[in-house]
């Protein structure tokens, strides 16, 4: 089962079930135009999982605050148990502002994943990851998506570097660091780091991409010690995690890189298990003729207002 709406052409709010039976949903800026009740369920799932899944039982920074302005600036994919509807796991993606070469530009931050322990090795991460990215790259005509990531979990570090094009740091690849990637780094530590719950007080390594004592900012109780941050199976990747990252201090990795063609080609391959191919090219096709064709469609309607493009006649 897949349902899509687009809202007026300009949120997403998209469900499916998967081939085990779960449901899952991707709502886009929620905070934005869901009612007030629905919004309050949709965090209070995330929480849910959130109980679940840590000794502590709670985080304090993001979404899961339930700020208004936070959900405006919200992606949420959430997934629900086959049997009894309850939430098991959730990714927030968060939109971040940023310029590139003297334009304004999105960063999508891959944001929080967790997953409810008795769910785990259920075939979901590749949904939580990279899923929403697929649909943004066809909702957005293709062009290349930047994003962000910030972790300090091997697993967590190597999966990014594998999944998307053009990351640093990577190991696997002996990635070089560019200017874009430099100034981008810059504007998300400096701007947006209150959306991954890192505190004023952290540092930025520029050189390692390393931010340093970054769970001072809501963030706590998702410090792990490298012991207990499940690894990855190429050992390059635990290897650079052990040797750059401070675990007793509490450091992260920033990534930065792109979601291009190759990538949604990658995805498309490894989500197979999981999805229906069919429907997921069915739904790419319909994102990416709808940005493509209604602009179009809308233009060659003149008596219709077009916003700023053409104001409504007097």
Known sequence: MVSIATLGNR??????????????????????????????????????????????????????????????????????????????????????????????????????????????????????????????????????????????????FGMVGEAFANVYPDPSRHARRSFEHLVLARQVVARHRHVFGVGPDAGFDERRFVITDAYTGGSDNLKKSFAEAPKHRHEVFNEACRRELDYDRGDDFLQIGEFDLRAARDYFRRSLPTLSARALLQQFAFLLAESLLLPLVHWATPSRQLGSLRPWPQ
């Open 11 to 156: 949120y997403l709010d998209f469900q499916f079930t998967t081939r085990r039976g779960a449901r899952a949903r991707i709502v886009e800026r929620p905070g934005r135009w869901m009612a007030e009740p629905d919004l309050a369920q949709l965090v209070e799932d995330l929480r849910t999982v959130v109980r679940a899944s840590l000794p502590a039982g709670s985080l304090d920074y993001g979404v899961l605050t339930g700020d208004p302005e936070r959900l405006r600036n919200a992606i949420l994919t959430v997934i629900y148990a086959p049997e009894d509807g309850r939430p098991v796991a959730f990714n927030a993606l968060a939109i971040l502002d940023c310029e590139l070469q003297g334009r304004p530009v999105e960063v999508i931050h891959l944001g929080l994943v967790m997953i409810d322990p008795g769910f785990r090795a259920q075939g979901v991460s590749g949904i939580l990851y990279g899923l929403t990215c697929f649909l943004l790259y066809a909702r957005r005509q293709m062009r290349t998506l930047w994003f962000s990531n910030v972790t300090q979990v091997p697993a967590v």
